[in-house]
T-cell receptor
Framework: LAKTTQPISMDSYEGQEVNITCSHNNIATNDYITWYQQFPSQGPRFIIQGYKTKVTNEVASLFIPADRKSSTLSLPRVSLSDTAVYYCLVMEYGNKLVFGAGTILRVKS | DAGVIQSPRHEVTEMGQEVTLRCKPISGHDYLFWYRQTMMRGLELLIY????????DSGMPEDRFSAKMPNASFSTLKIQPSEPRDSAVYFC?????????????????????FGAGSRLTVL
């Protein structure tokens, strides 16, 4: 039974790097780790996905250690517009993608 | 592609009335999902379809809820009769693949694209 745990909220300032760590101790061999971002009044939006080591795209980086029991989403130089809820997902019981509570990121000026 | 299109964006109705929410998935996506979001319960998966066939409806809260997908480009979520506790934002999402990565399947196949949501208020 894969379950993710991530901080409820984080505060940051513009221009800083933000790292959000998610633990998934029971991740299965075939599971990928996926992060979504949700702005108020919008649906979640895919940010990044990875299996192991490091993945980088134009929006973020995802660091996954060898044991894959955790992952860290890294947002470089955040701006006010990065204020959102960030969800870390792996497969849950019944092979369904279940969203947890997510991490509320507040970026201040 | 215009993305996942949902209608209506906002719906206000009275208890006991029938509510129908509509969704048009991205063309070529074989999977369609209905989620519900509330402050108390977060994002809940209600039901999902593969190639127009319902695969898992265990998240549908009650018999008052029903979902159909008559063809690859259209799905409905119906609540009859509606109750105040059904007030929520209902999201539709679609993806190329299902939840699980299959060997040979390219990365991103199981990435969900969400619509803008339908905000339902039942008075």
């Amino acid at each position: 039974l894969a379950k993710t745990t991530q901080p409820i909220s984080m505060d940051s300032y513009e221009g800083q790097e933000v790292n959000i760590t998610c633990s998934h101790n029971n991740i299965a061999t075939n599971d990928y780790i996926t992060w979504y971002q949700q702005f108020p009044s919008q649906g979640p939006r895919f940010i990044i996905q990875g299996y192991k080591t490091k993945v980088t795209n134009e929006v973020a980086s995802l660091f996954i250690p060898a044991d894959r029991k955790s992952s860290t989403l890294s947002l470089p130089r955040v701006s006010l517009s990065d204020t959102a809820v960030y969800y870390c997902l792996v497969m849950e019981y019944g092979n369904k993608l279940v969203f947890g509570a997510g991490t509320i990121l507040r970026v201040k000026s | 592609d215009a993305g996942v299109i949902q209608s209506p964006r906002h719906e206000v109705t009275e208890m006991g009335q029938e509510v129908t929410l509509r969704c048009k998935p991205i063309s070529g996506h074989d999977y369609l999902f209905w989620y519900r979001q509330t402050m108390m319960r977060g994002l809940e998966l209600l039901i999902y379809f593969n190639n127009n066939v319902p695969i898992d409806d265990s998240g549908m809260p009650e018999d008052r809820f029903s979902a159909k997908m008559p063809n690859a480009s259209f799905s409905t979520l119906k609540i009859q009769p509606s109750e105040p506790r059904d007030s929520a934002v209902y999201f539709c999402a679609s993806s190329l693949g299902g939840f699980t990565f299959l060997p040979g399947q390219g990365s991103g196949a199981n990435v969900l694209t969400f619509g803008a949501g339908s905000r339902l208020t039942v008075l």
